[in-house]
């Protein structure tokens, strides 16, 4: 009797040993997932004694799709201007090529394939919307203003970012400090960096005012105009976010073989070179890691438009994370769960479309 | 100068505490061990005075006072998601009386009814009756203990208006005249052109009160019963109509000669652009006044005038939806044809203590609350700058001494205190929108459109039409009903 007990005892110690963790993920996790997901289909209303919370079906999500709210979530749409074209065409020859890699690897699952279908779908619509509404009489929706910083963002994040991991990868003087320095704006906390640079960008009164007069920009209002403000709200997130990227390249760069790039120093391979056939290849599969990681980090992006210009001017810099925000404090909970589960909706497809279309085929090629 | 105002408030505190603890009798001790979490906004202002004063306090009666901040935009939201889900971990909180709706309605807030007629300290019937009988009160008790006074004002540089061989402005087209004259003028003596008028214009801040007062003299013409903001027969929101039309233009047009980047701008800064001399006309509540005395920020001493919110001559016919002129009928509050309504924006910070906290808790919040509004505090408090506590006391309008002191003229103050009066007593006075969920109607859709309207993205009509489906949405979600009712029932109907 006593060893069947043991037995069983022994056979189920790695459930009971998991269990803490997936009650504390219970409890911290998936509870309040599924209190939002009812939140989203529902009203919260105060009422006498207390408040109460009432199902409303689909109509949180259609306000914001079709409804009143459609400016604020979708946009504003127009026309598509010639020039904008160019980004529903660029989606389809990327998901294309990501389908074609897909289809000639030999692996293909039905599951696999409509996921595939799912994230094609989703990035073309995606492009379309933020075509039909950046033109001259159109107007951006949260949705596609988180797009940009996502996509501008995160991008020329990893460009300054590799370049100057790239640059301290060499044997400088000095590559010591400036790699503490490049390290620094990633201590601070999102909010002090806001504020930090809510002050700095502040052409008449802030501490760099002198020198903005000096370069000729004393008079230059970027809070008044959307493409400006955004263009701000980016800088400051690369400001923040580039050391990240920084380091962890730097890392995956120090650790490719020295030997291929002395050899292929020594036969006369340039810079370039080296770079396309050897430290590309070496550090991609990192790369498109690192810049996974960015991509679902930037689309809950909220500290430095709230603090920098609290969405404005009118709704132009606010991500679909201040629009939650905004909601959730003027007590519309029911919105705001509805706006932060199309933003899960949208990350969840976008990264897995990237993880997908982009760090497996780079994986891939390595192997 | 800097010396001397701290002399004058340290020695104002100290004879604050001497006669409080004379007049109260209050037993030392009386709250030994009590901590009482008060909320409020990040300021420096409101929140500055409750922390300043909170140790005296604690002298006085042994309780300790937490002042914990929030931005203003979250502080309605962050009272009701620690009182509605149970937390009450804030015990009284400083908040705007016009949110009481929302938190009274759930039963959060302590009815003070009681304890305000027992307290002879507090000296209730010195408060002026708009805030005793209006702002303070919900549902015939009263829930709030005043400590500001809130109207919205128009302050102009004397010096400029003089040079310029203008009067302070009666209607709104003299207030775009003057800004139009006094743009690009250097005012402040640094060679550079300044501004003609500065309007605190960001979103997500305390930027939508400015509409409202543009807004209100073309919209309400016949008393504060007869409100501004819907149509008393069905709640179809006036905001489609010729005259909301003229107040988004002249909104629109006072963005020409404002700062460049005006629309990012929160009340404080442009408090500051006036100060420091770069302004010849603003809009705000009466901080501006006390401001302008403060040696350690102002450069516009002795050089500030206020009036009461410019009028207009036109006003709206709610059957057609036109603007008509202003004649014994339209306008029967006119004075010499202009026909004025200014608002009362915000009502006021007031005191709430949280129904659920522990009874000695709730006695010794309640006692904070009262001490910062006796007189002996509170009418020194008003005429400093920093404490954003604006004349809400009759003893704070007949009492020329205390603003003499803080370094005001005899005639600034006439001046000052006149404005306010003047917005006080006047019968045609805008009442702020106090119907359950004020907050979206106000902070959320009004404040978005008009955010739009000035960043470029909305037509006045686009804009008009914005807020009226908004509005329109908001009740129907509600109950158009119920809302109905409520709004009727705050005007008085």
Not at chain 1, 252 to 261: D, K, P, T, Y
Not at chain 2, 244 to 265: C, H, M, S, V
Request: glycine share 10%; with cysteine; aromatic share 10%.
């Amino acid at each position: 009797m006593g060893r069947p007990l043991s037995e069983w005892i022994d056979r189920q110690a790695d459930r009971l040993f998991i269990l803490p963790a997936v009650v504390a993920i219970l409890a911290f996790s998936i509870f309040p997932l599924l209190v939002s997901a009812y939140l989203a289909v529902s009203r919260f209303q105060l009422t006498a004694g207390g408040y109460q919370i009432r199902y409303i079906g689909w109509l949180n999500f259609k306000k914001i799709l079709t409804g009143s709210e459609q400016f604020h979530f979708l946009g504003t749409f127009a026309p598509i201007p010639w020039f904008a074209w160019i980004l529903p065409l660029l989606a389809l020859l990327f998901v294309g090529r990501g389908l074609r890699l897909y289809l000639t690897t030999g692996r293909v699952t039905v599951l696999g394939a409509i996921g595939r279908a799912i994230s094609a779908a989703l990035i073309v619509a995606l492009a379309t919307l933020i075509a039909a509404t950046c033109g001259p009489h159109g107007g951006l929706g949260t949705v596609s203003v988180t797009l940009m910083y996502v996509v501008i963002g995160v991008s020329f994040q990893f460009l300054l970012g590799l370049g100057l991991a790239m640059l301290c990868a060499q044997r400088i003087r000095g590559r010591g400090f400036f790699r503490v320095v490049f390290m620094i704006p990633l201590m601070v906390t999102p909010v002090g960096v806001a504020y930090t640079f809510r002050m700095m960008a502040d052409m008449t009164q802030g501490p760099l005012s002198p020198l903005w007069r000096l370069l000729g920009l004393g008079d230059l209002t970027w809070a008044s105009q959307g493409w400006s403000a955004r263009l701000v709200v980016m800088v400051g997130d690369a400001w923040q976010w580039i050391p990240f990227i920084f380091i962890v390249l730097l890392a995956a760069i120090e650790g490719q073989s020295r030997e291929q790039v002395e050899a292929a120093s020594l036969d006369g391979a340039g810079f370039w070179r080296i770079f396309r056939d050897i430290t590309w290849p070496e550090i991609a599969p990192v790369a498109a890691t690192v810049v996974l990681i960015r991509v679902i980090e930037a689309f809950k992006i909220i500290d430095l438009p709230n603090i920098l210009t609290n969405g404005g001017p009118g709704i132009a810099t606010e991500s679909l994370t201040l629009h939650s925000f905004i909601y959730w404090r003027t007590l519309d909970l029911g919105g705001s769960a509805a706006v932060a589960y199309s933003l899960l909706f949208i990350s969840t497809v976008f990264s897995v479309s990237f993880f997908n279309f982009v760090v497996q085929p780079v994986r891939s090629a390595r192997k | 100068m800097k010396s001397r105002l701290s002399i004058l408030t340290g020695t104002a505190a100290g004879l604050a505490l001497a006669l409080t603890l004379g007049a109260r009798g209050a037993s030392a001790g009386e709250f030994d061990g009590v901590t009482v979490n008060v909320m409020t906004f990040t300021g420096p202002q409101i929140a500055e005075p409750l922390q300043r004063r909170a140790p005296d306090f604690e002298k006085l009666t042994g309780a300790k006072v937490n002042v914990i901040t929030v931005p203003f935009s979250d502080l309605y939201q962050k009272l009701l998601t620690d009182w509605a889900s149970g937390t009450n971990s804030i015990d009284a909180a400083v908040f705007a009386p016009q949110w009481m709706v929302d938190y009274v309605t759930p039963g959060y807030l302590e009815d003070l009814t009681s304890r305000i007629a027992a307290d002879k300290d507090l000296q209730e019937d010195d408060v002026a009756p708009f805030f005793r009988d209006f702002s303070q009160k919900f549902g015939g008790k009263i829930y709030t203990v005043t400590l500001d006074g809130d109207f919205q004002m128009v302050y102009y540089r004397t010096d400029v208006l003089q040079k310029l061989g203008k009067q302070p402005p009666k209607t709104w087209d003299d207030y775009i005249d003057i800004a139009k004259a006094a743009q690009g003028q250097d005012m402040n003596g640094d060679g550079k052109g300044d501004y003609g008028s500065c309007i605190s214009k960001k979103r997500n801040a305390q930027a939508y009160w400015a509409i409202i007062s543009i807004a209100g003299s073309f919209l309400q013409s016949k008393g504060t019963k007869e409100g501004s903001f819907f149509d008393t027969k069905d709640m179809s929101p006036l905001t489609s109509n010729e005259a909301f039309r003229r107040a988004l233009e002249i909104y629109q047009e006072t963005t020409k000669y404002g700062p460049p980047d005006e629309i990012n701008l929160d009340v404080g800064d442009t408090r500051k652009l006036f100060t420091s001399g770069q302004c010849a006309l603003s809009l705000d509540w009466g901080d501006i006044g006390t401001l302008a005395i403060d040696p350690t920020e102002s450069k516009v001493n002795d050089k500030v005038g206020a009036v009461v919110i410019p009028g207009t001559t036109k006003v709206l016919d709610r059957a057609s939806g036109k603007l008509v002129a202003c004649d014994a009928n339209t306008c029967p509050y006119a004075v010499d044809g202009v026909n004025h309504a200014p608002f009362a924006a915000f009502g006021g910070w007031s005191g709430g203590v949280n129904a659920h906290a522990q009874d000695k808790v709730k006695a010794a919040a309640y006692a904070f609350f009262s001490y910062m509004s006796q007189p002996a505090q509170s009418n020194v408090d008003v005429t400093i700058g920093k404490t954003g506590f604006n004349p809400y006391r009759i003893s704070q309008f007949k009492g020329l001494d205390q603003w003499e002191k803080a370094g005001m003229s005899e005639a600034a103050a006439k001046n000052y205190l006149g404005a306010i009066q003047d917005s006080l007593n006047n019968p045609n006075m805008v009442l702020d929108l106090r119907i359950p969920q004020n907050q979206k109607y106000e902070q959320v859709v009004l404040d978005t459109a008009i955010a739009r309207m000035l960043a470029g993205e909305l037509s006045i009509d686009d804009t008009m039409k914005a807020i009226t489906d908004g509005w329109n949405e908001a009740t129907d979600e509600i109950g158009r009903d119920s809302q109905l009712a409520a709004y009727k029932a705050t005007l008085g109907q």
